[in-house]
């Protein structure tokens, strides 16, 4: 049989090996900072490094940065080898990778700017949107076109995970951004309330299932046997594990939603394949530590094997917690405590960081063809990583759980014993500091792996391309395979196959537009829920622009423990005009859906200049430009034409009366505060805060 | 509540191409061996593989900048 030769792209995984390495760091040094903002809020430097602003950026560096480009690092390498073929195109890979980088660098700029849409790991506004879309699709196509001149006829499980990633990530980032461009860098989702709260955790937590989970997967299929120098246990185990696993990840999102003002059936659809999932991943996990059988004197001295072992111990220790805190009555402790922020970090230290760390140690020098520069360092590195998860997970479950406790404590004459928040915030701090411990350890390790790499290039020298042979596909299926024409057709024909798979996109887009048209028949259920003035509209942008989603939820849960301290629980009809929803995941301070008309004006004029003056021992930030900064009115009319057309009842030719209605309602709030002895002018950002911190959860407070 | 069936509707969609391409995968049988795929990943058909067991492995390089 006639053998082809041909040639691999090491420089593309080259490039992709520096990202990670660098954006990991960049990652990394974004969460120790806004680890130690929480017990020192000194930390809240500027305007731009705020922790409501800095938060979406750490997880987007560690989410997007740092894995992503794990990801891309160890897919161009594997792929190529068990295809047996180079990259169906080199400039669809330099292109997927330069724009890549270009994204991550304008989620910076834009993230640090206050540019956000606030819906979790979605931050980025629409033109980076759009971008991501085009940037995807072309590492699509490219996997696609790999696979199609391919010269292994099996495609190896690896492959499965990383074309499942494909397809997910591709309909989930489409169907949860839709949205309205108001300006250049403001959109508002066509999605309000629930039904935007159900589309962004049905994409959030999915994209936990197939950005941080199938391709690292796929990942771990490649190189834990590669580094163990045996088979993985199971290939059968594989197959099936990996079905299973992205048929019922899909259904999972609502679990992020329970006791909210979702439908019950939804809730209840997330538990269940919730509970589920705990076959599949578990399958994954047994299946990565049982490759190791009869290796484990390997373990010992390789550092590769070391973090291999405990990242698969990682996944199984997250995907057991995963569906444990899927159910109702855990997750009604848990929710929006610190236990969530614990869960995360050990999928994303443990899992994902060393799945990453242990692939760049096997990596590099290979691409290098010299040895690791020093196995001693990996070691280190090894520990300090490991201690630095412990030390962060063990004091953020403490305190996820503290809390949780404290929060619904009740006295024995039935009120709440801390009715004070803050009181509950405070007992966390010792664990805070710990936690920058864990944090400084873990970077200290990445640091020192940083080092070891880097002289481990010194050592070496960079091999681009490598040489290697193997029979073409079509000889083995001549004639014996009839189900394989319409796969050859297309191998031969490039172009034909890029417009088919633009057509397969455009399709998608198409059908994404449809969720519009279902939801504009679906508004207004409260009649006393009215759209915000112009003024709330402004305040609402400014509440996203500066974060404060990432430490208040606005979403009372119907225990009598938050209808004590907040108010009268969540109902769906609230949220109508909620584009986007502002429910949160996470409460760092309380939860505001009832804080209108609880304070007077000024003690929110205060409170915002420095929170300690109202609430001695606030960790919150202040937000001193609030009061200097004037408010940028300009683009209302935009987006109350934006606005109307996501659905919100703005009467046909509002725009021109809003700045008006604007003006009137600041002056009079301008006028109260005056009366209160502070002096400032209508038209400053926070008069239009304070408008509609003044608003929440009062339309049915009258009631 | 309707973005459910919105939301159902994709994930089936997705379900569904899912299905459609592992029934392509089981009908062209790329899973009728179970067993050898797992250890052929293990073997590179690169031409000179890399021994990083090797102290001295910092061979020449320059072959694989030749041309072909």
Redesign the interface.
């Known amino acids: 049989m006639e053998v082809e030769k041909f040639r691999y792209d090491n420089q593309i995984v080259r490039l992709f090996l520096f990202a990670t390495i660098g954006w990991a760091l960049t990652g990394f040094i974004f969460g120790l900072w806004i680890a130690l903002q929480l017990p020192f809020p000194g930390f809240n430097i500027s305007e731009a490094f705020t922790f409501g602003r800095m938060r979406p950026l750490h997880t987007n560096a560690v989410i997007f940065a740092f894995v992503g480009n794990g990801i891309f690092l160890g897919y161009y390498y594997s792929a190529q080898r068990l295809l047996k073929t180079r990259n169906y195109s080199d400039l669809l890979s330099r292109i997927h990778f330069w724009g890549w980088q270009l994204i991550i660098v304008a989620a910076a700029i834009t993230l640090l700017m206050g540019y956000t849409t606030s819906k979790e790991y979605a931050e980025l506004e629409w033109p980076i949107d759009i971008a991501i879309a085009i940037v995807w699709v072309v590492w699509g196509v490219n996997m696609i076109g790999t696979i199609m001149k391919r010269r292994e006829k099996h495609m190896y499980v690896a492959i499965w995970f990383y074309i499942s990633t494909f397809i997910t990530v591709a309909v989930l980032h489409i169907v949860n951004s839709l949205e309205i461009p108001a300006t250049l860098f403001k959109s508002y989702s066509i999605y309000a309330g629930v039904q935007d709260a159900l589309v962004q955790w049905w994409y959030g937590h999915n994209a936990v299932a197939f950005f941080l989970t199938t391709p690292v997967l796929g990942l771990m299929y490649y190189y834990l046997p590669k580094a163990a120098e045996r088979p993985v246990y199971s290939y059968k185990l594989s197959i099936i594990h990996f079905w299973a696993l992205i048929f019922i990840y899909i259904w999972a999102g609502p679990h992020h939603l329970l006791y909210s003002s979702t439908p019950d059936w939804a809730q209840a659809l997330g538990t269940v394949f919730s509970i589920m999932l705990i076959a599949p991943s578990w399958g994954g996990m047994l299946n990565g530590l049982l490759t190791l059988r009869g290796a484990w004197d390997k373990v010992r001295t390789d550092p590769v094997l070391k973090f291999f072992v405990v990242a698969v111990t990682a996944y199984g220790m997250a995907t057991f917690e995963g569906p444990m805190l899927s159910i109702k009555s855990v997750n009604a402790l848990s929710h929006f405590t610190d236990w969530t922020i614990a869960h995360v970090h050990v999928g994303a230290l443990g899992w994902n960081g060393f799945m990453l760390y242990g692939i760049i140690y096997w990596l590099t020098p290979r691409l290098y063809g010299t040895q690791l520069f020093s196995r001693k360092l990996a070691n280190a590195h090894f520990w300090l990583g490991t201690l630095g998860i412990l030390f962060y997970v063990i004091p953020i479950y403490w305190a996820g759980i503290t809390q949780g406790l404290m929060w619904k404590q009740f006295t024995a004459d039935g009120v709440l014993q801390y009715p004070n928040f803050l009181e509950t915030v405070l007992q966390l701090i010792p664990m805070y500091v710990l936690r920058v411990v864990g944090g400084t350890l873990y970077l200290t390790g990445a640091i020192i792996g940083l080092y070891n790499t880097y002289r481990t290039m010194r050592a070496g020298r960079f091999i681009p391309e490598v040489e290697a042979e193997a029979p073409p596909l079509r000889a083995v299926h001549a004639g014996e395979d009839a189900t394989y024409w319409g796969h050859r057709w297309i191998e031969s024909r490039p172009v034909q196959f890029i417009i088919l798979a633009f057509v397969a996109i455009a399709i998608g887009s198409a059908i994404g537009n449809i969720p519009m048209f279902v939801i504009q028949s679906n508004i207004p259920t409260i009649a006393s829920v009215k759209p915000y003035t112009p003024l709330e509209v402004e305040g609402r942008d400014i509440y996203i622009r500066e974060g404060c989603v990432g430490c208040h939820s606005q979403m009372i849960r119907p225990f009598r423990s938050e209808t004590e301290r907040y108010g009268e629980y969540s109902k769906a009809g609230e949220y109508v005009y909620d584009h986007p929803f502002l429910w949160g995941s996470k409460r760092t301070g309380p939860d505001l859906l009832r804080v209108g008309r609880k304070y007077p004006d000024a003690w929110h004029f205060n409170h915002m200049y420095d929170p300690t003056s109202m609430s001695p021992g606030s960790i919150m930030p202040p937000y001193p430009w609030l009061i200097e900064d004037q408010l940028d009115y300009e683009s209302l009319p935009a987006k109350i034409s934006a606005l109307r057309s996501v659905g919100v009842p703005y009467p046909a030719g509002y725009e021109e009366k809003a700045i008006a209605d604007l003006k009137t309602q600041a002056e009079a709030i301008a006028a109260n505060l005056a009366a209160g002895g502070i002096t400032t002018t209508w038209d400053r950002e926070i008069i239009a805060l304070i408008a509609y911190l003044q608003r929440l959860g009062t339309d049915i407070k009258a009631e | ?7 159902i509707g ?2 089936l ?3 569904l ?2 299905l459609g ?2 029934i392509w ?1 089981v ?5 009728e ?3 050898t ?6 073997f ?5 593989v ?1 021994d ?4 001295s ?3 020449d ?1 320059q072959e ?2 030749s041309t ?1």
């Open positions: 509540m309707y973005v459910m069936f919105v939301l994709f994930s969609l997705v379900a191409i899912f391409v592992f995968a009908r062209s049988g790329q899973y061996d179970q067993y795929p797992s250890v052929r990943a293990l590179d058909d690169e031409k000179r890399h990083t067991s090797d102290t492995s910092k061979h390089t694989h900048r072909d």
